[in-house]
């Protein structure tokens, strides 16, 4: 399979644990986005990668949240001290030159902290 | 304030024409319009894009309006399969940084 692949899909944690998801973008692809979305809301930006450099980095990305893309292959995001409204599903895309025109999406990882 | 808006919910009956509108008032010159959808439970997936001119692939029309305020993606024999939100998405330069804004979307509902 060459698509998006993120993991892990689901994700329980409770308040104040610290948390880490991985996204494996198309092998080609050099720009990776992160994006939040909570139930009936379309999806947040949260950051974007071209390569290793993090050149966007949305307001919503709060201190506890840190993005990293070594080698401008996978990326990472962590959160750390969750709290119940980080709840969400993660969702990443990765993309050509092209950027949003063709961009794909991975499955998500869903998170959920009690 | 809202960058992209869109009607919540649409119904549309099997093998006929679904026409999703968008308002993006406030584009600005030079910014794509793009179209995704989301089927349940998946990521969204890419539909079409286009900046001034009328576009249309395998999947779908898309008809921007002269002053580009508004949009209409055409799906011209929807299936049930097509049963998805669609998202109108525009980038904004915003909080100091560019961001590619999705709506609330538009859940289509295709009736056999």
């Known amino acids: 399979d060459t698509g998006v692949s993120q993991d892990p899909r689901h994700k329980i944690t409770k308040r104040g644990q610290n948390v880490t998801f991985r996204c494996d973008p198309i092998s080609e692809h050099n720009r990776l986005y992160w994006y939040r979305q909570t139930l009936g809301q379309g999806p947040e930006f949260l950051t974007y990668?071209?390569?290793?450099?993090?050149?966007?980095k949305s307001r919503l990305l709060s201190d506890r949240f840190s993005a990293e893309r070594p080698k401008g292959s996978f990326s990472t995001l962590e959160i750390q001290r969750t709290e119940q409204g980080d709840s969400a599903m993660y969702l990443c895309?990765?993309?050509?030159?092209?950027?949003?025109?063709?961009?794909?999406f991975g499955q998500g990882t869903r998170l959920t902290v009690v | 304030d809202a960058k992209t808006t869109q009607p919540p919910s649409m119904d549309c009956a099997e093998g006929r024409a679904a026409n999703l509108p968008c308002n993006h008032s406030t584009i600005s010159g030079n910014e794509y319009v793009y179209w995704y959808r989301q089927i349940h439970s998946q990521g969204p997936q890419y539909i079409i894009h286009?900046?001034?001119n009328n576009e249309t692939n395998e999947m779908a029309s898309l008809i921007i309006t002269e002053d580009r305020k508004s949009s209409t993606l055409i799906l011209p024999h929807a299936t049930l399969r097509d049963t998805a939100v669609y998202y109108c998405?525009?980038?904004?330069?915003?909080?100091?940084?560019?961001?590619?804004?999705f709506g609330t979307g538009t859940r289509l509902k295709v009736l056999a």
């Open positions: 998405i525009v980038r904004y330069f915003t909080s100091g940084t560019y961001k590619y804004i």
């Open positions: 895309a990765s993309s050509s030159e092209r950027g949003m025109a063709e961009a794909f």
């Open positions: 990668f071209q390569n290793e450099a993090q050149l966007e």
């Open positions: 286009g900046l001034k």
